[in-house]
C-alpha cells in the first residue's frame, strides 16, 4: 500500500455530490443545497487518527511508524475520540483553524498522542493487545480494537466512562443500567468542571482524577461488534446501518473494505461517508511555548466515500449515552426500528441476559483464549487473507 502524505492527499477527494438525498453526520441532517459549509466544519471538527512515523519506539525496541498495520488501531481512536469530546465538549462543539481551543479539547487530544504514557496512544493499544492475542505490529480486527479500547478506558479516571462491548449480537439492556447505575467516584467536565493546570498527566489535569464526586449515570460507550454477511454485507441490513447513523448517540462505525480500515462517520444516498486513516504522517510534539500542533489530526479536505455494498461485512457500530435518559431514548429508537417491515435488525435489544451465555462485563473479565479466538474468527473479516490483504 502506498504511503501517501497529507499534502498529496489534499486534493484528490471529490466534493460532496449534488443531490436532494440528505446527508447524515453522526446523528445530524443537512442538505448539501444549503448546508456545504456546515458538511465540512462538522467533518473537520472530528478528530482524524492517521499512520505516523518517527514516533517513540513501541515498547521502548518495537516500531517507530504504524504504517501498513496499524489502520484499525486509528480508527479505534477515532471512533474512541468522538466518545471523549462529546463527553467533555459536546456534539456541537467545532474546530476552526486558527481559534484558540479550550483546555478540555487539548486534554482530549493528548489522551492519544504517539507516547507510551498516553491513554489511548498507539503505545498503549498495540501493548494492550498483547493480552488479547496481537503481537504488536499483527493487524487488528473490530472487536479485538473494542476489546483493548475498553480494558484502557478503565485507567481514564478524567473521562470515566462505562465501556460495554455488546457480544453475540445482543444487547442487554439490564447489564448496561447495572454498569452505569453502579455509585462510582466521577470527574470529568461533564460532571465536574476542569481544573485550570499547566500539570497533565497522561493528558489530563491532574487534580481532574483525585476530585470524587457520585453520579446516577457512568456515561456509556456502547460498542456493537457484528458480522452483517459472510463475504459481502447482506442488503438486507443496509437500511438498518443507515438508521444508526441518523441516532443522536451514534459514534459511527469502524470496518472497512477487505484491504483497509475505515471509520465511517455517516452516509448519504447509498454511499458512505469515512475518515481514512492510510495517510502517513509525522509524530507530533508540542512546539517551543509547549503548544500541541494540532492541524493534522483535522481533515481539511472533503471527506472520502464509498458504495455502502463495499462495506466489509465485519465491523463494529458505536453509541454514546451521556446520561440514562439518552439510553432510554436510544433503546426506544431501536424497538420502533425493529417494526419497520423490510428492516432487518442488525443486533437485538433484550431486557435480561439471555441464560444461554454468560456477558464478559458481568465479571470485568474478558473472554479466555478459547473463546477470543472464537469470536476473532467470527467477528475479524476474512480472518487471515483479511490480515494480509490489510497490509
Same mark, same amino acid.
Given at each position: ?6 499534502? %498529496? ?46 514516533? @517513540? ?14 489502520? *484499525?488501531?486509528?480508527?479505534?481512536? *477515532?471512533?474512541?475520540?468522538?466518545? /471523549? ?23 482530549? /487530544? ?31 480486527? #473490530?472487536?479485538?480494537?473494542? !476489546? ?18 455488546? *457480544? ?13 447505575? =453502579? ?9 465536574? +468542571? ?24 457512568? +456515561? ?10 459472510? %463475504? ?15 441516532? +443522536? ?8 473494505? #477487505? ?17 481514512? #486513516? ?14 500541541? +500542533? ?7 479536505? &472533503? #471527506? ?27 433503546? !426506544? ?11 432487518? @435488525? ?7 441476559? &439471555? ?11 474478558? &473472554?479466555?483464549? =478459547?473463546?477470543?479466538?472464537? /469470536? ?16
Amino acid at each position: 500500500l502506498a504511503t501517501l502524505t497529507y499534502d %498529496t492527499l489534499r486534493f484528490e477527494y471529490e466534493d460532496f455530490p449534488e443531490t436532494k438525498e440528505p446527508v447524515w453526520i453522526l446523528g445530524r441532517k443537512y442538505s448539501v443545497f444549503t448546508e456545504k459549509e456546515e458538511i465540512l466544519l462538522d467533518v473537520t471538527s472530528r478528530l482524524w487518527f492517521t499512520y505516523r512515523k518517527n514516533f @517513540p519506539a513501541i515498547g521502548g525496541t518495537g516500531p517507530t511508524s504504524d504504517t501498513g498495520w496499524g489502520c *484499525m488501531l486509528r480508527c479505534g481512536q *477515532m471512533i474512541f475520540a468522538q466518545a /471523549l469530546v462529546c463527553r467533555h465538549l459536546g456534539r456541537d462543539w467545532r474546530w476552526i483553524k486558527g481559534k484558540r481551543q479550550t483546555d478540555n479539547y487539548f486534554n482530549v /487530544l493528548n489522551a492519544f498522542i504517539d507516547k507510551k504514557d498516553s491513554y489511548y496512544s498507539i503505545h498503549q493499544i498495540a501493548q494492550m493487545g498483547v493480552g488479547e492475542g496481537k503481537s504488536i505490529g499483527q493487524w487488528y480486527g #473490530p472487536n479485538t480494537v473494542a !476489546q483493548v479500547l475498553k480494558k484502557l478506558a478503565t485507567f481514564d479516571t478524567w473521562s470515566s466512562l462505562a465501556v460495554h462491548i455488546a *457480544m453475540d449480537n445482543t444487547v442487554v439492556m439490564e447489564e448496561i443500567r447495572r454498569l452505569c447505575q =453502579s455509585n462510582f467516584p466521577c470527574a470529568g467536565a461533564a460532571a465536574c +468542571p476542569a481544573v485550570e493546570s499547566d500539570v497533565l498527566y497522561n493528558g489530563y489535569p491532574e487534580e481532574a482524577g483525585v476530585r470524587d464526586r457520585l453520579s446516577l449515570w457512568k +456515561p456509556l460507550v456502547l460498542l456493537i461488534p457484528l458480522r452483517l454477511g459472510l %463475504t459481502e454485507i447482506n442488503e438486507a441490513y443496509i437500511e438498518t446501518l443507515k438508521h444508526c447513523f441518523m441516532m +443522536p448517540q451514534s459514534l459511527g462505525v469502524i470496518g472497512g473494505k #477487505p484491504n483497509s480500515a475505515h471509520y465511517f462517520i455517516g452516509y448519504v444516498g447509498e454511499e458512505l461517508i469515512y475518515l481514512d #486513516p492510510h495517510t502517513t504522517q509525522s509524530a507530533v510534539e508540542p512546539n517551543d511555548s509547549g503548544c500541541l +500542533p494540532d492541524e493534522s489530526f483535522h481533515c481539511q479536505h &472533503p #471527506p472520502c466515500r464509498m458504495s455502502i455494498a463495499e462495506l466489509d461485512p465485519s465491523i463494529a457500530v458505536g453509541f454514546f449515552c451521556n446520561t440514562e435518559e439518552d439510553f432510554n431514548n436510544w433503546c !426506544q429508537q431501536i424497538k420502533k426500528l425493529s417494526l419497520v417491515r423490510g428492516v432487518l @435488525p442488525m443486533f437485538e435489544l433484550v431486557e435480561r441476559q &439471555p441464560s444461554h451465555f454468560s456477558n464478559p462485563d458481568v465479571l470485568n473479565l474478558t &473472554p479466555d483464549s =478459547s473463546d477470543a479466538d472464537r /469470536l476473532e474468527r467470527f467477528f475479524d473479516s476474512e480472518d487471515e487473507d483479511f490480515e494480509i490483504l490489510s497490509l
